[in-house]
């Protein structure tokens, strides 16, 4: 775990409300999965930055055992051509704990993290978290995921 600051950045991707209540979103995340990847959504995402995939929390209603949004996206320049059935969002940037996620992806490896993460006493603001799915999860027996979460400044 390593603080770092992150500069603002825009995102367009898919969404779902979803909470870790009663396990809730171990169904609704992987579906949102399944939906971006069976109906190409990542090509679907105007004025990307690159194919890097974002998976974004954000809206908490309080803590991570409360609901939340969880968006599926690429990092954009602009969110002045959102598609119908996307949404965009607006990420403010600034002070983040980074935890990495290393292993096999269909053994749970990043939900693990989490797990841990959720473990510890940290100071979240609840903005925002996310996790980075770039060239390093390409391969996902052997993949590495950098997992920011907010902090309080």
């Known amino acids: 775990m390593q603080k770092v600051k992150i500069e603002p950045f825009k995102v367009i991707g898919i969404s779902v409300r979803t909470t870790n209540e009663n396990g809730q979103a171990a169904t609704d995340i992987p579906r949102l999965w399944e939906t971006f990847m069976s109906q190409g959504i990542l090509e679907k995402i105007p004025d990307k930055i690159d194919h890097t995939v974002y998976s974004l929390y954000t809206n908490y209603e309080g803590d991570y055992m409360r609901p939340y949004d969880t968006i599926l996206g690429c990092k954009v320049n602009s969110l002045a051509h959102i598609p119908d059935g996307m949404v965009g969002l607006d990420v403010a940037g600034g002070d983040f704990l980074e935890f990495i996620a290393k292993g096999d992806l269909t053994k749970d490896v990043v939900v693990n993290t989490w797990y841990d993460i959720w473990k510890k006493p940290l100071p979240r603001s609840y903005a925002v978290d996310f996790e980075i799915y770039g060239e390093k999860a390409q391969n996902p027996a ?3 995921v950098s ?7």
């Open 147 to 153: 997992i920011f979460i907010g902090v309080k400044e």
């Open 142 to 144: 052997d993949a590495e």
